[in-house]
């Protein structure tokens, strides 16, 4: 069932014959992780790159005064790394948790490499998944500096709206970059205008 | 000249035969931008990816306040574009300026569409840049989050030791995201502690 998610999002950027993507496919492990576990913990080194095929992760930083700051929440269908931990293979910056029993498809360095050799179109593929990557962290930048709290908020909850409702107002706290008092203002503010 | 940088940049990524780096580079155009000149205006759709080959440019955008936040300066060596508006053909959030008289490599998207049929290695190749380009983009989203302005300071010198000199108080500030007196003070105190 994992492949099944996996191959219709691969599918809609590269097409690979049935055999490349038995090989292709064959790369990545599957591995479970229950809720509040760490897929990563900064100052690991991180050795992959994941699919989410189930569940839901959030990425983290610690701030200087040691504040979450979520970078973004992998939901089904989304990619996860720390990039720059991966390729420079320095310690990660980036704390990556489950918030639910999830599952996620993960691939070695190495494996990537390898497939790079074997089948040239995972390049292809890699490429638009970093260039998708950075438009999504080029938007994420932009909406911090260019929006009010109350726009972030319903951009995020119609970027996340499978885990909106289920997430606390301290979750999106640390996401939007404001109190979670305000989170809850704002989310009763909202409730009221829908009446 | 300008092919020779261009060449060398390119070859610690892929290795193109003489014939393949012929035609990937006539797929480029040279572009003289005079200081203060803009190679891109925010609202205006962005055509073109761009290599660096002389000065500098500024990559900005206006937060809501109408104030200038500088996300990087592209200088020689730098590949530079607004991403979101290239592929998906919206209005680009980022204004690029000349910070002096200045010369680019531009290739429009369709003649890169060309290059990926007609040479498989253009992926690599851009997969690569933009992994690099994601790992900038994480570095300056981490750094404002957990270092003090004198370290992003410091760290800002560091990185672009050709212009720190060149620019003004205030273009720094833009960037380090502080008041351009406190860049001042920053300045002088480190001046101070150097003799």
Redesign the interface.
């Known amino acids: 069932m994992s492949f099944t998610l996996f191959k219709e999002n691969i599918e809609k950027h590269v097409k690979f014959s049935a055999d490349e993507f038995e090989v292709f496919s064959q790369a990545f492990q599957v591995k479970k992780v229950a809720k509040k576990e760490f897929l990563l913990r900064a100052g690991d080194i991180c050795r992959f790159e994941g699919f989410v095929t189930q569940g839901c992760f959030r990425v983290y930083?610690?701030?200087?005064e040691a504040n979450e700051?979520v970078?973004y929440f992998a939901v089904t269908g989304w990619w996860l790394s720390?990039?720059?931990s991966l390729?420079?293979e320095i310690p990660a910056?980036f704390w990556i948790q489950a918030l639910e029993n999830s599952e996620v498809l993960l691939i070695k360095k190495k494996d990537a490499e390898a497939l790079?050799q074997q089948i040239?179109k995972t390049?292809?593929l890699?490429?638009i998944i970093?260039?998708k990557?950075?438009?999504a962290?080029?938007?994420r930048?932009?909406r911090n500096?260019?929006?009010?709290a109350e726009e972030r908020y319903l951009q995020f909850i119609s970027t996340y709206p499978q885990i909106a409702q289920k997430l606390t107002n301290l979750q999106i706290a640390a996401y939007l970059g404001i109190s979670h008092e305000f989170v809850s203002k704002i989310r009763k503010k909202i409730a009221t205008r829908k009446i």
Chains 1, 2 share one sequence.
Do not use: G
Request: overall charge neutral.
């Open positions: 930083i610690l701030d200087k700051k970078l720390d990039l720059d390729i420079n910056q790079y040239p390049e292809k890699f490429r970093s260039q990557a950075l438009i962290m080029q938007r930048l932009l500096h260019s929006d009010t």
